[in-house]
């Protein structure tokens, strides 16, 4: 079957080159162009691990294939994927859905015969019916089916949540559409992965569902951490003892510096939106997104606790800025709210992350970037530990405790221990949901 898969960002390369990957034709179309020309070159754009090895791999069997020209991809596509940002619109909160429209323009003009025009980005219910109408007016003749094809990969893991999903859903609206979406997934229908077949709206409405539940898990261990350092007790032991009861299950249950990334800020918002214009509140949503705000600004607050009450003058070494480890993503960091802070409140700032230099460099101005964390910690007044990469699991403590002005430590992923972090020859530590030691 022919592919043809607009934009190429996290989501839409991963889907096309593991489409590829189960034996389909699949041409990617991005209209950046340099983004087009380091795929040609056989570089990826971003970092994703195992990716450059599945992509070369099918590029070379001659499956693959990278383009700026939409018309070209969609000639004899059977089904063209739409998988284009959804940012947050400026101002209301809404899904800015105006690339989803445009791509769809596009695709109409371009396509001949009979196509299923799949959304793969995430888009608010009614979307999908919204597409049709922008396809029948751009090509009234073109036969042609949507359906709705929404994308639950996780950065970082994203190949192996594509090639072994919990599920995959799609909404159609007629049996031909289903039957074009079944060819597509059939590697996977082989391989008793569950496929969910339902309308439009549902399929919309999953995503939005999914990723709320998880921002909502995360926001409420967040909140019993904050109440963990008032009474006693551990988060990571009370996490641990929920997360055992199959009806809660471990997953998401981590509490950190509050959630960030492409997704759930951005879907946690664009639900409540949905909700408002339907006059009916999320409120669970709703609260959800104003807890990770609070979790955000509690940790200034603690990293100022370990400056004495003031960031002016005082080097802080911060290890990790992606919003999550094994990506180079740093949309809606936790980073892009609290290092702005110590910058402005007068701290030098020094930052080492093993992929976010790329990316961070334009976003967090008035930092310097070094490569390693012992060199980052040098003569520093306090360490903090941002981002949970497996290069900052295993630290030599000691080594990193001597090289600092004053050994002090906020590990805001719960990392290491208070008995880690004494035993280390840190005078200070604080965590998530844990009693600090000063
Ligand atoms: P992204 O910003 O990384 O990539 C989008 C790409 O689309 C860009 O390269 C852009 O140049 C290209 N593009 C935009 N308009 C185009 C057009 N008309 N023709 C050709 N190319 C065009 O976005 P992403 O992170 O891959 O997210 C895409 C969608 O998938 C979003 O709706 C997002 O919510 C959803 N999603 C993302 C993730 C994730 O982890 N990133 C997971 C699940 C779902």
């Known amino acids: 079957m022919k592919i043809a898969m607009i934009g190429t960002g996290y989501v839409g390369l991963v889907s096309g080159v593991c489409f590829s990957d189960f034996g389909h034709e699949v041409v990617c179309v991005d209209k950046n162009p340099d983004k087009i020309a380091m795929l040609a070159r056989g570089e990826v754009p971003i970092f994703e691990p195992g990716l450059e090895a599945l992509m070369a791999r099918n590029v070379e069997a001659g499956r693959l294939e990278f383009t700026t020209d939409l018309v070209q991809a969609v000639e004899g596509a059977e089904a063209v994927f739409i998988a284009v940002g959804t940012p947050t619109r400026r101002g209301d909160g809404h899904a800015d859905l105006s690339y989803v429209m445009a791509a769809a323009e596009e695709v109409a003009r371009a396509a001949r015969d009979y196509v299923v025009i799949v959304t793969k980005s995430t888009v608010p219910v009614g979307t999908n019916r919204a597409v049709r109408q922008v396809v029948k007016k751009a090509n009234p003749e073109l036969e042609f089916d949507v359906a709705s094809n929404p994308e639950f990969l996780r950065e970082g893991a994203a190949i192996d949540d594509f090639m072994k999903p919990d599920r995959v859903v799609v909404g159609v609206q007629s049996t031909r559409a289903a039957d074009v979406m079944a060819d597509i997934y059939r590697p996977l229908y082989l391989r008793d992965f569950p496929i969910v077949t339902t309308d439009l709206e549902s399929a919309e409405m999953i995503k939005y569902a999914a990723n709320a539940f998880l921002a909502t898990k995360i926001s409420f261990i967040n909140e019993i951490a904050a109440l963990c350092e008032r009474t006693g007790g551990d988060v990571k032991e009370v996490a641990r003892g929920i997360g055992l009861d199959g009806r809660i299950g471990n997953k998401f249950l981590h509490a950190g510096p509050g959630y960030g990334g492409s997704c759930f800020p951005k879907d946690t918002r664009a639900l409540a939106r949905i909700g408002q214009e339907h006059g009916l509140p999320m409120q669970i949503t709703e609260t959800v997104i104003g807890v990770n705000e609070t979790v955000k600004r509690r940790m200034i607050d603690k990293l100022l606790d370990l400056c004495d009450g003031t960031f002016n003058g005082k080097t802080v070494a911060v290890l990790g800025v992606t919003f999550k480890p094994n990506t180079d993503d740093m949309r809606e960091a936790p980073s892009l709210t609290i290092i702005p802070a110590l910058v402005g409140a007068g701290a030098r700032v020094r930052v080492c992350d093993p992929q976010g230099?790329?990316?961070?460099?334009?976003?967090?101005?008035?930092?310097?970037?070094?490569?390693?964390?012992?060199?980052?910690?040098?003569?520093?007044?306090?360490?903090?530990?941002?981002?949970?990469?497996?290069?900052?699991?295993?630290?030599?403590?000691?080594?990193?405790?001597?090289?600092?002005?004053?050994?002090?430590?906020?590990d805001l992923r719960n990392i290491y221990s208070v008995k880690d972090a004494r035993r280390a020859g840190f005078e200070a530590y604080d965590s998530i949901g844990r009693a600090p030691y000063r």
């Open 357 to 410: 230099a790329r990316e961070g460099e334009a976003l967090l101005p008035g930092v310097s970037w070094q490569d390693d964390p012992y060199k980052c910690a040098g003569k520093a007044d306090l360490l903090v530990i941002l981002t949970e990469w497996n290069e900052f699991r295993a630290l030599d403590l000691k080594r990193l405790a001597r090289r600092m002005a004053r050994p002090r430590m906020a």
